[in-house]
């Protein structure tokens, strides 16, 4: 794809960006529309966000838990950026987001790792866990700019990485012993409840086979497009959503419960 479509596309992501608007997916509207034609708009997209204020500050991973592909018609993860206006730390007494105003909002229950140094490509999981200081419970809200979700995954890609949002929860610690760590993030669970009944369960091995395998997936992909910058130390990465996703309606009010990682409950309420 030529770089004139790449800038069209990319103009027309941050025009939209912030508003409830929905747009027909790019792969059917340019051709060759592919996740390396993708990470080229990602990039450029970052650019034109930095340059009007906004400071990247981590990496989200989507479509990590292949128990949704089939769902959203995706077979591998995608990832794109987040920035300093999209992710927010919880308040321990009264947190709330809105999202009145999103396209199909969807809320997620999420593992964020921390990372004190940047990881490389080819590493496994204990050279990973090195690279992580603290870890954190997070709802990702997401949202499609394409009509009832449908889209590529280049699409996915391309748009923001379908984020909108990140909520953080307190910072927790890893045991100090490296394989205690590593076995605490490849089996931890997780419930996520809902003020109105509904609630689902997930498992660490869900995303990937634990966040650390994401971690992992992450520092591989990004060698794989030139345009994309390097994990950096003092990053955020959120490993995907660790169950179903979830509409995210206005009004309720979501928790989640950790077991097997000592962590505190979140509790988002929508607005």
Known sequence: MDQISTQQISGELVAILGTHNQVVPFSQRYEGFDLPAAYEVVSCVKALRVARGETSIGRKVGFTNRHIWETFGVSAPVWNYVYDRTVHEANSVDSSFPVSGLPEPLIEPELVLHLSMAPESGMGELELLACVDWVAAGFEIVHSI??????????????????????????????????????????????????????????????????????????????????????????IVTTGTLTEAMPALPGSTWTTHFDGIEMEPLQLRLE
Do not use: N
């Open 146 to 235: 394409f009509p009832d979700w449908k889209f590529s995954a280049a699409d996915g890609a391309a748009a923001y990485g379908m984020h909108s949002a990140l909520v953080i929860g307190s910072k927790a610690s890893l045991p100090a012993d490296s394989l205690k760590a590593l076995a605490v993030l490849r089996e931890f669970s997780v419930k996520l409840s809902c003020d109105t009944g509904d609630h689902r369960e997930g498992h660490a091995s869900d995303v990937l086979g634990g966040p650390l395998k994401v971690l992992g997936h992450l520092a591989d992909e990004i060698t794989r497009y030139p345009a994309s910058q390097p994990l950096q130390a003092g990053e």
